[in-house]
């Protein structure tokens, strides 16, 4: 069992930046396959990034062309907490954020930055910028 419990939502001006955690516990084999999805209001869910295992040492990081440049993602393994770091805010990133895990492998882009291709889910946390 996988457990994912988001925190760092708020409200910031355009421009602004925002921190968002990922807590994991349980089955810590998910965390070599985890990602930041997004939704907001009337619209589907979307990859944000996406961090997924090449080797026993390294990971590729994904990002969706919106936020190129501005979000990074990153996961301490010492606390087991991924970690999702929104720089330049804009308001088209207004959205519930979820954060996500899986056991499988991902080879791609598309299937990593895939909301299908994750089991466990978090919560959410809500983003605003206005």
């Known amino acids: 069992h996988v457990q994912l419990v988001e925190s760092g939502g708020g409200s910031v001006q355009p421009g602004g930046s925002l921190r968002l955690s990922c807590a994991a516990s349980?089955?810590?084999?998910?965390?070599?396959?985890m990602g930041w999805f997004r939704q907001a209001p009337g619209k589907e869910r979307e990859g944000v990034a996406a961090r997924v295992r090449k080797d026993r040492i390294t990971h590729y990081l994904y990002y969706a062309d919106s936020v190129k440049g501005r979000f990074s993602i990153s996961y301490d393994d010492a606390k087991n907490i991924l970690y999702l770091q929104m720089d330049n805010l804009r308001p088209e990133d207004t959205a519930m954020y979820y954060c996500?895990?899986?056991?499988?492998?991902?080879?791609?882009?598309?299937?990593?930055?895939?909301?299908?291709?994750?089991?466990?889910w978090g919560q959410g946390t809500q983003v605003t910028v206005s």
């Open positions: 996500a895990a899986d056991r499988s492998s991902k080879t791609t882009e598309i299937q990593a930055l895939g909301p299908t291709s994750y089991n466990y």
């Open positions: 349980g089955d810590t084999s998910t965390k070599y396959y």
